[in-house]
């Protein structure tokens, strides 16, 4: 049973920092892409950042290119997202995904849970 579960959502300032977690298990992820969504209220999901399991270089949505970092741990089985420079507009719950092909083209087959992320003004 595949199990993405995030960690290390909260309130924060603008202009401050928070680092998400996605604990993933249940299968090999190995060739995967790994990545992160986000859903604000009364919106639609949207893609934020992703990153292949074995190798690859990360790609970013342009509204947080220079902001957000993806990065991944393959001895844990963790993909992190080091999120800097936040604004009101970040705020949204972030899923953990994994995709078999490009997430920003073809979506997940798997999500997470979700975390919350509220950044205040």
């Known amino acids: 049973q595949v199990q993405l579960v995030e960690s290390g959502g909260g309130l924060v300032q603008a202009g401050g920092s928070l680092r998400l977690s996605c604990a993933a298990s249940g299968r090999t992820f190995s060739g995967y892409a790994m990545g992160w969504f986000r859903q604000a209220p009364g919106k639609e999901r949207e893609f934020v950042a992703q990153i292949r399991w074995s190798a690859g270089l990360p790609y970013y949505a342009d509204s947080v290119k220079g902001r957000f970092a993806i990065s991944r741990d393959n001895a844990k089985n963790t993909v992190y997202l080091q999120m800097n420079s936040l604004k009101p507009d970040d705020t949204a719950v972030y899923y953990c995904?994994?995709?078999?092909?490009?997430?920003?083209?073809?979506?997940?087959?798997?999500w997470g849970q979700g975390t919350q992320v509220i950044v205040s003004s």
């Open positions: 995904a994994a995709g078999v092909s490009s997430l920003v083209q073809n979506g997940a087959d798997y």
